[in-house]
């Protein structure tokens, strides 16, 4: 079957967002005025990726696999080249932490850490989701998600929206219940989570695979609703438009907002107004379409991946410090930043998946 159009606007967003993550991590969201509230709630953009992910998947292999056509060990091969090269790389350069790792957890616990984060496979444990890079966690739900992936894109085409739509409300509202849980029973005895909070269920609330499931459901379903839509129909420009505005708006609700269900549930339908708005051809698409904007996104991967470490490498070498280019932190870093991330993109990234889609013939 013929390979589905790219989808530039989407990868132009990406560079937003995990340039979003970056500044989550290492910056101080006041520095960004009226963008504080987006920068401060950071945490939704995993939200918005893991979303993506199952769009564009769906995108990419729901037809194919409604016709028969989708081999799910090539598949599994296939996604597996894609992810685990710079994951490994983001192990690796994460050896430093190992003794901090140690001195955290029980002896059990850090052996098992061990034994399962090279296998993708920490996420199910809360207490080790986070284990040597802390955004590793996503992939270790992206991967079980992939597992599933080929049983998903077989569903039976929607052939009118009305019906389907009920149907993906039923799978937001799923993704509501476990913030829903944790905000009616309050488990840790946490009077306000918010970001700083700590607690084993709010860790498994945030980091584990078991919460975050139907948003990229969600997302597969999406795909199926993007193809009942008109390329050019008006209707994306403002299903994209409201999907921003409205996403902006809670997220100026600060704290008025309960953190439980605005860290993955709360936004599922406004992320999907935003996708099937970009998908689409009209102003907003072409905007977020930029070449420089694809040019970043196409890397946001390796920066979401590796921008704990990258960022740890800039700043525990001194290097600014010897260059005498301190004052200009951490705008320099974050530009930094995404130049590695691009680097690590065409040097490792890009190369290891093909020489790794070559020997296990994904």
Not at 44 to 66: D, E, H, P
Not at 102 to 109: I, Q
Not at 157 to 167: I, N, S
Not at 214 to 226: C, K, Q, R
Request: with cysteine; aromatic share 16%; hydrophobic share 50%.
């Amino acid at each position: 079957m013929r390979k589905p159009d790219r989808l530039n606007a989407l990868t132009g967003l990406r560079c937003f967002a995990a340039i979003n993550i970056v500044f989550f991590h290492f910056s101080n969201p006041q520095w960004f005025g009226w963008l504080a509230p987006v920068v401060d709630a950071g945490y939704v953009s995993v939200s918005y990726f893991i979303l993506l992910s199952g769009f564009v998947l769906g995108y990419n292999y729901n037809a194919r696999a409604r016709a028969g056509q989708l081999d799910r060990v090539r598949f599994w091969k296939a996604r597996f080249t894609r992810i685990y090269p710079i994951y490994l790389l983001s192990l690796l350069l994460s050896v430093e932490t190992l003794g901090k790792e140690y001195e955290s957890h029980t002896h059990g616990m850090f052996w098992t850490g061990i034994v399962l984060t090279p296998l993708l496979l920490q996420g199910f444990i809360p207490s080790i989701s986070t284990f040597l890079n802390t955004p590793a966690w996503t992939m270790s739900a992206e991967a079980s998600y992939y597992v599933i992936f080929p049983w998903l894109a077989r569903w039976k085409r929607p052939e009118r929206a009305g019906p389907y739509l009920w149907k993906m409300a039923g799978i937001w509202m799923l993704g509501l219940i476990p913030g829903l849980l944790y905000i009616a029973f309050n488990p840790d005895g946490i009077a306000h989570p918010n970001r700083w909070s700590y607690g084993h269920w709010l860790w498994a609330l945030k980091y584990t695979p078991y919460t975050h499931v139907a948003s990229f459901i969600f997302g597969v379903m999406l795909a199926e609703l993007d193809e009942l839509i008109a390329r050019d129909s008006r209707l994306r420009l403002w299903l994209g438009l409201g999907g921003f505005a409205g996403i902006y708006g809670l997220l100026t609700l600060g704290s008025l907002m309960p953190y439980a269900i605005m860290h993955d549930g709360m936004l599922m339908p406004l992320f999907g107004c935003i996708v099937l708005g970009l998908a689409g051809k009209n102003p907003l698409a072409t905007l977020l379409g930029w070449r420089p904007l694809v040019f970043v996104g196409e890397a946001s991967y390796c920066l979401y991946l590796l921008h704990f470490n990258l960022w740890n490498m800039i700043h525990h070498s001194h290097v600014l410090d010897w260059l005498g280019l301190t004052r200009f932190d951490p705008w320099l870093s974050y530009v930094v930043l995404i130049a590695l991330a691009v680097a690590t993109l065409y040097l490792v990234e890009k190369p290891a998946q093909r020489q790794l889609r070559k020997w296990m013939g994904a």
